[in-house]
């Protein structure tokens, strides 16, 4: 397992980021909550000097488990516990929503799950399937964030699109009225069929953008580009990532009946970012790939742009 996973758990196939303990079917938030080991609270406790004097204003965030120690907090920090977590989820999917994978990186400072939402879509005549990724953090270093993921399902690729038209991610910090901003994700979040219907229009668009080989090229040139200076070895590894790039736009099974066009790069693009191997794979190299299901991934964001400006 990666060095920054504490625990965490996997329905069936390994899933895109290769993180966690497989099982055979998708957990109801009860036991997902202990097979990701993240059935434990965050108490809050004062904060003193190595003298005992009380800091003021602060507050240490620890885990009821172990006493391990997550965070130190301003007194304003409202703690977000596992279990809420699961009620969300719960409670916006509705009855009988299960979860796909769940866990705890960097010593339980950072959680998340991730649930299969309800619907899937026929979009391009391929099974797109949406998820919701729900993320926190105990330590006071980020934002609760909450995201709908559309995967292709026939080759596990994910394809966050940054639709202009419809959101699909939300964040908060944790001060004043967390109900209320738990409130307002859902209303947010509900609007995941808009998204998912403003994504097919977006596709069949794509679809209709006809690219010529030599314009792949160039784009592909253009999102891995060969700086002047570089190194023997650098530019050996930069031909060596474009030559993936483009098998996967050319040679790849699932893509051979799409056509040459738009819809089809973004897809070769999206199985680049999601599936190849880097360069150098650093110690927390799958779990970077994870996140980017909620923040989006900057090289697909880019071949987006790229061909919606064609």
């Known amino acids: 397992m990666a060095a920054n996973v504490e625990s965490m758990f996997y329905v069936r196939e390994t899933p895109w980021h290769g993180l966690g ?28 000097t190595e003298q ?28 977000i516990q596992n279990e809420e977590a699961f009620a969300f989820t719960d409670e916006l999917l509705g009855e009988g929503v299960r979860y796909e994978t769940a866990g705890s990186l960097m010593e339980g400072r950072k959680v998340w799950l991730l649930a299969h939402m309800p619907h899937e879509y026929m979009i391009s005549g391929e099974r797109i399937s949406p998820y919701l990724v729900f993320s926190n953090t105990h330590d006071g270093s980020g934002a609760v964030k909450v995201a709908v993921t559309p995967i292709r399902v026939v080759c596990n690729n994910t394809l966050n699109l940054a639709l202009r038209e419809a959101k699909r991610s939300w964040s908060m ?30 596709f069949e668009a794509l679809r ?17 580009p060969m700086e002047e200076d570089v190194t023997l070895q650098q530019a050996r590894n930069i031909k060596r990532l474009r030559e993936d790039m483009k098998q996967r736009y050319f040679e790849a099974p699932d ?45 697909i964001d880019k071949a987006y742009q790229l061909v919606q400006a064609a």
């Open 21 to 48: 303990t497989r099982v055979l079917e998708a957990p109801a938030s009860k036991e997902a909550l202990e097979l990701a080991g993240l059935n434990w609270k965050v108490l809050q406790e004062p904060v003193y």
């Open 52 to 79: 005992k004097e009380l800091v003021q204003g602060y507050k240490v965030n620890i885990r009821d488990s172990d006493r391990k120690t997550l965070g130190v907090v301003t007194e304003r920090y409202k703690v």
């Open 173 to 202: 910090i944790h001060t004043g009225d967390i109900k209320g901003k738990l409130l307002e994700a859902k209303e947010t979040l509900l609007t995941a069929q808009n998204y998912m219907d403003q994504l097919g229009k977006e």
């Open 208 to 224: 209709m953008k006809k690219l010529t080989d030599q314009k792949v090229m160039e784009y592909i040139n253009l999102l891995l």
């Open 255 to 299: 893509l051979k009946d799409t056509g040459k066009n738009a819809y089809r790069f973004i897809n070769a693009v999206s199985d680049f970012a999601t599936h190849a191997e880097p360069l150098r794979r650093t110690a927390n190299y799958k779990e970077n790939l994870f996140s980017r299901t909620i923040e989006g991934n900057p090289i």
